[in-house]
Each structure stands twice: as structure tokens, then as C-alpha cells.
């Protein structure tokens, strides 16, 4: 099983209710055979744009993080239930990065265009374009090297 | 008429006399120090070893710090973000590779969505941030 984070912004109000929704959050992670590795609270700040969301406009929310472990059929449902919840004023589910395992490739990239690893495929493909590899040209079989017919 | 330097040097010592020359050709004591030395002994042959003046490695800025991008990170992401639009500047720009700027990209995008980065600007609170880079200053030419 995968894990994700679903990161939600929770309207601003006291600490006991921001808890109960945080409880009914997790409880429907729960409820679909999920399983809660950390709750992050991020804090209280104005939202970078103004959100209107079950009537009302908002421009300050509490943000928080939750990272879970769930069965990818059924974060379509955690999502939903999330989405219809009143006081969640935003929520998106995404998959945790793995670590990348990758080598820098900056110094091939600053170099002039000829010597560029991707150019220089482009170049040979290109090349090979012009071939036609594949396909055949039609032949006339007139035994001249020139077209005889007007064209 | 334009005048080659290294001409106009020449003639100069010629006629002020000796003066400093930049150094063209092996001057002629290096040359005797060789001639003498040279030939007999085997301890003198040229070893192998590393090219000495082998650049380092160019490697950019979030991989040699060894910075995994995170849309959670939001400091770090606005750094990459144009203060005018909200977007995110090339990569003759940024001076990222390949890898890092697709990945600092799809955070960006994560980010904005999660509804924790603004799209057409860039946070006030951040605008005051080090330069990592000089947009007016890129390390290739715009491709437009
Ligand atoms: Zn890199």
C-alpha cells in the first residue's frame, strides 16, 4: 500500500471543534481500511486566494496535514466524504514522493547545442525521418534516371 | 588601421628598449635548464597521472544542497516563481537540470492547487527573500 497525504484547510474556529473535525476526518480514512501515520498541524494564516466553499467566502484557514496509508480504490470515497464535510474548506489527496534516484545533469545541459546529448539524438532522428525508413518510393521502371512526362 | 598587440609591443621594446614581454615562447634559460638535463635519465620520463585541471562537476543549486522539493514548502517553491505573473521561470533561468525543474514544476502545481501558494503572484511575505538567481541575467538566451 501506498502512502498518501491528504492536506485539507479546516475553517477557522476553536481548538475543540477544529479536533472533532480533525476526528471525522480520520475516521473516515478509517472506515476504509486506512491507517493514520501523522497528523501536521501547519497553522492558522490568510489563504493565498479567497475561497468560496458551501456558501460562504473564505480567506483564513487552519491548515493541516494528515499522511495515511489506504487502498488506492478508496481514496475516491475518503475524498468525497471529505469534500461534503461543511466545515473542510479545501482538501487534495496526493502520493507521497519516492526518493528519486537521479543524476545531476546540469553540465551536459550548459553546453553549446552540437555537443548536447538531446540534441544530438534530435539530429539523428531527424536524419533518419529523412530516410523514410520503412517506406519505399515509387518506382517508374522507364529505365531513364529522369522523369520523361511533363509535370 | 587596427594594430595587432603583440606587433605594437615588440616595436615599443624595440624602441624604448628591454621591457616586460608577455611570455609567447619557452624563454631561452628553460630552454638550456631541458637540453641539459634531458635524454639520460629514466626517473625524468612524464608520469600518468589525474588531469590537474579538470573543472568540477557543474552541479545545480537544489542538487547540490540536496533539496527534495515539497509542496508543503512553500518558501522554497516561491523562490523559483516570477513576482510579476505567478509562473515559474525557465530553466535558462532558474539554472536547474532537467529533473529538478520538472519536479520543482509539479510541486508548484500541487502547491497552488492545495490552495497553500497563490497563482498569479507571489507572496508579499516572501518578496524580500535571497535571489538565487537574475532573471535579466539568463544563462542561455530566450528561446522566443
Ligand atoms: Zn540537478
Redesign the interface.
Known amino acids: 500500500m501506498l502512502t498518501y497525504e491528504l492536506?485539507m484547510?479546516l475553517r477557522t474556529m476553536p481548538k475543540e471543534e477544529l479536533a472533532v473535525v480533525l476526528k471525522r476526518a480520520s475516521t473516515s480514512i478509517f472506515n476504509q481500511g486506512g491507517i493514520i501515520r501523522n497528523i501536521d498541524n501547519?497553522g492558522a494564516r490568510k489563504?493565498?486566494?479567497k475561497?468560496s466553499n458551501h456558501g460562504v467566502v473564505h480567506k483564513q484557514?487552519h491548515?493541516f496535514?494528515i499522511s495515511f496509508t489506504a487502498p488506492p480504490s478508496k481514496l475516491v470515497t475518503i475524498e468525497s466524504e471529505c469534500h461534503r464535510d461543511v466545515d473542510i474548506?479545501?482538501n487534495?489527496i496526493?502520493k507521497v514522493?519516492e526518493n528519486?534516484n537521479?543524476e545531476?545533469?546540469?553540465?551536459e545541459?550548459?553546453k553549446p547545442p552540437p555537443y548536447r546529448p538531446e540534441v544530438i539524438k534530435m539530429i539523428e532522428d531527424a536524419r533518419k525521418k529523412g530516410k523514410k525508413v520503412g517506406k519505399s518510393t515509387f518506382k517508374f521502371n522507364t529505365g531513364l534516371d529522369y522523369y520523361p512526362f511533363q509535370r | 588601421m587596427m594594430q595587432n598587440p603583440i606587433y605594437f609591443l615588440l616595436k615599443q621594446s624595440r624602441s624604448t628598449g628591454p621591457m616586460l614581454l608577455p611570455r609567447l615562447v619557452h624563454s631561452s634559460v628553460t630552454l638550456q635548464r631541458n637540453a641539459e638535463s634531458g635524454g639520460a635519465e629514466t626517473s625524468d620520463m612524464p608520469i600518468e597521472i589525474e588531469n590537474p585541471f579538470k573543472k568540477e562537476?557543474?552541479?545545480?543549486i537544489l542538487?547540490?544542497m540536496k533539496i527534495?522539493p515539497?509542496?508543503?514548502n512553500v518558501r522554497l517553491l516561491s523562490q523559483f516563481v516570477s513576482p510579476f505573473t505567478g509562473l515559474m521561470y525557465g530553466?535558462h533561468i532558474t539554472?536547474?537540470?532537467?529533473?529538478?525543474q520538472e519536479?520543482v514544476a509539479s510541486e508548484i502545481t500541487?502547491s497552488q492547487?492545495?490552495?497553500?501558494?497563490?497563482?498569479y503572484n507571489k507572496?508579499p511575505e516572501f518578496l524580500e527573500d535571497p535571489k538565487l538567481f537574475n532573471p535579466d541575467r539568463p544563462?542561455r538566451n530566450h528561446e522566443y
Open positions: 492536506s484547510l501547519l489563504m493565498p486566494y475561497t484557514a491548515y496535514v474548506i479545501r487534495r496526493f514522493n528519486a537521479f545531476c545533469t546540469l553540465e545541459e550548459l | 562537476k557543474v552541479v545545480c542538487c547540490k527534495e515539497d509542496y508543503k530553466r539554472g536547474l537540470c532537467k529533473t529538478q519536479r500541487k492547487n492545495a490552495g497553500m501558494m497563490p497563482y507572496e544563462v
